[in-house]
């Protein structure tokens, strides 16, 4: 398998890489000390086009394929997991869904302005006794005739409050199950739409993580996605490409980690010579970047699948799984080789140590990857 990079694709791996590296590296530890919310930088992100990396130009979007995107979430991830999630969920969750499924009016109205980071979007299934099973959706979405009634919770939601759009999963029909569940696009301000309280998280702290309460919110027939009952199919399709881009992401944070220790262990001295040359520290080096590469190559298989039009299901599933592993242990690691100071916020690694552990979580747990991956490889 060929993964040589056009010249296209170096230019935008580039391109994300100085972004990162003069817009988001300079205030990043203040941003996750105050949980501040990088809009300019999130504007600017818009600007470059890396915000509708694969919509097509006719509705404002890039038109790239997602090896590029995944190129571009690593670069960010490798500096700041905060914005990068922000452009996953308008990239990977909210812009592909709709332009995939969407009605050619919905997407005049809501993609034009997502994919150009006019608007943010954000992508609403875990609840507080659901999470990603998107089978037991207790927000109800009741079938009034030319409109929706919506009530019910939302937990968890990243660009919860920063968000215009919203693409909320509702159960319509309980009896129908899975075939009961609708996808709907929901406006920030409309009446009964409620946002919770911001929460205080560990990691990925930049990034607006709330709940989203809705109380009789009128939701009119021309908002729902796809045909009735389609909800469900709508968000396993949308989440297998999700997985793609929380795999960059955790590739992103580790490789940020494994370069940070490569570059303290050349210069940090301890017994006469350079930590490097230690053998203790030169083997944990040498596993980092054999993993890092691993995961590179299984997340970039699974982008290829996806633009090759192949099942990726299982390659998605696999890269995150294995990705998000090695970006938690790796980070540790980073950690560890930089001994005292791994533990001060100034050099970065305990940062990325603790975005590390979200990778596990969002998109479906380590345990949830494993349940996809044996359905695949058993059927």
Known sequence: MDFSLTEEQQLIQQAARDFAQTELLPEVVER??????????VKKLGELG???????????????????????????SKIDASTSVIMSVNNSLVCWGLEKFGSEAQKEKYLTKLSTGEQIGAFCLSEPE?????????TTAIDMGDHYIVNGTKNWITNGGTASTYIVIAQTD???????INALI????????????????????????????????????????GE???????????????????????LGIAAGAYELALKYSKER?????????????????????????????????????????????????MAKLYASKVAMETTVEAVQIHG??????????????RDAKITQIYEGTSEIQKIVISRSILK
């Open 174 to 180: 309980k009896e129908k199950k899975h075939r009961g």
């Open 50 to 76: 890396f915000l509708g990396m694969m919509v097509d130009p006719a509705y404002g979007g890039s038109g790239l394929d997602t090896l590029s995107y995944v190129l571009a979430m690593e670069e960010i």
């Open 130 to 138: 659901a999470g990603s099973d998107a089978t037991s959706q207790t």
């Open 32 to 41: 996750d000390d105050a949980q501040r919310f990088p809009k300019e930088e």
């Open 269 to 317: 001295k301890a017994f006469g010579t350079e930590i490097s040359n230690h053998q203790a520290i030169a083997f944990k080096l040498a596993d980092m970047h054999t993993e890092i590469q691993a995961a590179r190559l299984l997340v970039y298989q699974s982008a290829l699948d996806k633009d090759n039009g192949n099942d990726y299901d299982l390659s998605g599933a």
């Open 340 to 353: 005292g100071n791994g533990f001060v916020k100034d050099y970065h690694v305990e940062r990325l140590m």
């Open 186 to 225: 929901i406006e920030k301000g409309a009446p009964g739409f409620e946002i919770g309280p911001k929460e205080n998280k560990l990691g990925i702290r930049g990034s607006d993580t709330h709940s989203l309460i809705f109380n009789d919110v009128k939701v009119p027939k021309e908002n729902r996605i």
């Open 228 to 250: 009735d009952g389609f909800g469900f199919k709508f968000a396993m399709k949308t989440l297998a490409g999700g997985r793609i881009g929380i795999a960059a992401q955790a």
